[in-house]
């Protein structure tokens, strides 16, 4: 496993995380470990190989500097370990691991973002003259890396759409899942609004890294209005990562002065989401259509939010549109937001209709069958 950021010190678990964790279970994993956070926020059941690496905050400088210590460290594991399959979601590393493999294992790539986009985005905008270059030049070396892959996974019909237009047709999709304890957990609901004095309020949440694929200043601005005519309040959990958007969020909640209609908290451990899901009344997606890491994307809390059974607001891309629009409702600007809110407030039977059946489509859902179909592909394209 070539992961696509840190194993064990994200402090969002990834998707190949949540599957390879469970094949783990019955299969010897090998994961080579990208030291990217100090503390280990989570445990694995795979083989967990460390790396003397040489630490630095900026990512491509970080892959950079360790690109030989990363070739020598794949090709040893893949020798010493007769791997069978390498999984490779990683831009970066994954030329590099990809002709560290050569053919002494079958090569599956999992594209769980729009990659190029993704790793532009973190310096530059993606509309600007930097920002497309850039984009433009790491989509060459997906591209190469792609190249050696027998097998191409995606996470979404929109992914799958964009591998095909480099010339790819090698591919399948696995979606995103939900933990199974999501559904049947008794969440703190009432002890977490009385902790962040939410009582009283129609609580809108957003959940999730604060970066710059989000579109959230439509719903800021609805906040505004709605504020003006009920008791309402923002709850945001999570941070950024290593763009200046969390920043220019803050300084435009200042800017709209309704500082004291948000709570905003860090990241909180996996274990206790939902239990802060549980404490928003409507959750959101508010992702931007113009940005491709968005556009393409597949979001693992859409699910996460479903199967606690919440009312939910998103953006409309595409695969939450192909995959649960009965079950979501669409704003794109703080008008569309202010109009779904307050029919919540009048309509609230209606909503919770809607939640109910959007809970039974993330039952189907669990990472658990999810792995289950991951592994199957393994089996069947390493046997054919």
């Not at 047709?169 to 999709?173: A, G, K, V, Y």
């Not at 607001?313 to 995959?323: D, F, G, L, M, N």
């Given at each position: 496993m070539i992961p696509t950021t840190d194993w064990l010190g994200h402090p969002i678990p990834s998707r190949l995380h949540q599957i390879f964790e469970k094949i783990a279970e019955k299969n010897v994993v090998h994961v080579l470990r990208f030291g990217l956070y100090p503390k280990n926020v989570r445990e694995s059941k795979g083989v967990i190989?460390?790396?003397?690496?040489?630490?630095?905050?900026?990512l491509a400088i970080y892959y950079f500097i360790n690109s030989s210590k990363h070739?020598?460290?794949?090709?040893?594991i893949v020798y010493e370990n007769q791997v069978d399959v390498a999984i490779i979601s990683n831009l970066l590393v994954g030329y590099i691991g990809a002709k560290a493999i050569g053919n002494h294992a079958d090569i599956f790539f999992d594209l769980s973002d729009h990659f190029?986009?993704?790793?532009?985005?973190?310096y530059f905008n993606s509309n600007s003259f930097c920002g497309k270059f850039a984009t433009s030049a790491l989509e060459k070396i997906l591209k190469k890396?792609?190249?050696?892959?027998?097998?191409?996974?995606?996470?979404?019909?929109?992914?799958?759409s964009y591998v095909k237009t480099l010339g790819f047709?090698?591919?399948?999709?696995i979606p995103n899942g939900v933990d199974k304890s999501f559904l049947n957990r008794n969440y703190q609901r009432d002890l977490i609004r009385e902790e962040l004095a939410l009582d009283g309020n129609v609580t809108i949440g957003y959940l999730g890294s604060v970066e710059f694929w989000l579109d959230i200043f439509p719903l800021l601005k609805a906040i505004k209005t709605l504020s003006r005519k009920q008791n309402v309040k923002l709850l945001l959990v999570g941070a950024g990562l290593r763009s200046k958007t969390a920043r220019q969020l803050r300084q435009y909640i200042n800017t709209l002065g309704i500082t004291e209609h948000v709570v905003w908290l860090d990241f909180i451990p996996y274990t206790k989401v939902p239990d802060y899901i549980g404490a928003m009344d409507i959750c959101t997606i508010p992702f931007d259509l113009k940005n491709p890491a968005a556009y393409y994307s597949a979001p693992n809390k859409l699910f996460e939010y479903l199967a606690l059974g919440k009312t939910v607001?998103?953006?409309?891309?595409?695969?939450?549109?192909?995959?649960a629009r009965k079950y979501v409702n669409f704003a794109l600007t703080s008008e569309n937001y202010v109009r779904i809110i307050d029919d919540y407030s009048k309509n609230s039977k209606k909503y919770e209709e809607q939640a109910l059946q959007g809970k039974k489509l993330a039952m189907q859902m669990t990472w658990n069958k999810i792995a289950q179909q991951y592994h199957q592909l393994l089996l069947n394209r390493s046997a054919s």
């Open positions: 190989h460390h790396i003397d690496e040489v630490n630095h905050n900026n070739f020598k460290a794949i090709r040893k190029p986009s993704v790793g532009a985005g973190y890396t792609l190249c050696h892959a027998q097998h191409i996974v995606t996470c979404s019909h929109a992914l799958e047709t090698n591919t399948s999709i607001i998103a953006t409309p891309i595409p695969e939450i549109v192909h995959t």
